[in-house]
């Protein structure tokens, strides 16, 4: 059994626009998104975009503290989060913090 222990929230950013710069939605990473509430994004974020700015905060939390020598982090696009597993992707890691 292990234990999972969470730091902190996730990390989040802001984006202010110039006048005009956001007429349509919000670009970002190539992708235009539309105003307003956006669930998820490509990149797991949830955002809140308008003509003014658009903010944005991380659906997962990053593993810190686990044994780096047995241990890796593989992150799973489709859930959005990180999974700490042994270099034996088989066999998961006992112990490890994660921080926002």
């Known amino acids: ?33 539309p105003f307003g509430e956006i669930s998820r994004t490509e990149d797991c974020l949830t955002c809140s975009c308008s003509k003014y700015d658009m903010h944005c905060c991380s659906l997962y939390h990053t593993p810190t503290d686990y044994d780096k020598e047995t241990c890796k982090i593989i992150f799973n696009k489709k859930d959005c989060d990180y999974e700490v597993v042994q270099k034996d992707p088989s066999k998961p890691c006992a112990y490890y913090t994660r921080i926002g």
């Open 1 to 33: 059994m292990g234990i999972i222990v969470t730091q902190g929230d996730a990390f989040c950013f802001s984006q202010i626009f110039k006048p005009g710069e956001a007429e349509k939605g919000c670009m970002m990473d190539g992708v235009l998104y």
